[in-house]
C-alpha cells in the first residue's frame, strides 16, 4: 500500500494546479455522495466542470462532452433531491435490466462508439476510439 500512496503524492507534487483541485473535488464529491448530503451536488458541478476542461485541453474531446451529460444529471439530481426532500431514509431500490434492455444498450454503445470516433478522427483528437469508447459506454451505463 505505501508505493500506491507515493506514487499518489507524487503525482499530486508534479501536477497542474487544475488536476490539483480535480483530485480534490473528486474526493470530496465522492465523501459527500456517501453521506448523502445536498453539498455533494455543487461539489461534482464544479468537478466535472474542472473535468471538461482538463480534458478539452488535452485534446479528449469525447470526454470532455461526457461532462456536459454528467453536468446536466447532476444539476438535475440536485434539483429533484431538493423537490423531494432528499432520500427520506427511502433506499432506492437497485435493479437490473433485462436481455434485450442489456443488449440493446451494448448495440446502442457500439453504434454510438463508432459513429463517435469517426467524427473524432476528423478533428486533433489525441485517442478518438479509446476516447469515443469511454464516453459511449459511460453514456449507456
Do not use: E
Amino acid at each position: 500500500m505505501q508505493p500506491i500512496i507515493q506514487d499518489v503524492l507524487n503525482s499530486l507534487r508534479t501536477s497542474t494546479p487544475l488536476d490539483q483541485v480535480n483530485f480534490v473535488l473528486g474526493i470530496i464529491g465522492v465523501l459527500l455522495m456517501i453521506r448523502q448530503t445536498l453539498w455533494a451536488f455543487p461539489v461534482g458541478l464544479a468537478g466535472v466542470t474542472v473535468q471538461g476542461v482538463l480534458f478539452q485541453q488535452q485534446k479528449y474531446y469525447a470526454d470532455a462532452k461526457l461532462q456536459i451529460f454528467f453536468f446536466v444529471a447532476l444539476a438535475y439530481g440536485w434539483w429533484h433531491w431538493k423537490r423531494a426532500g432528499g432520500t427520506g431514509g427511502k433506499t432506492l431500490p437497485v435493479t437490473r435490466l433485462s436481455v434485450g434492455g442489456l443488449v440493446a444498450a451494448l448495440a446502442l454503445a457500439g453504434a454510438g462508439t463508432a459513429a463517435w470516433a469517426k467524427y473524432l478522427q476528423t478533428t486533433d483528437a489525441i485517442m478518438p476510439w479509446r476516447d469515443a469508447f469511454i464516453a459511449a459506454f459511460s453514456v449507456a451505463a
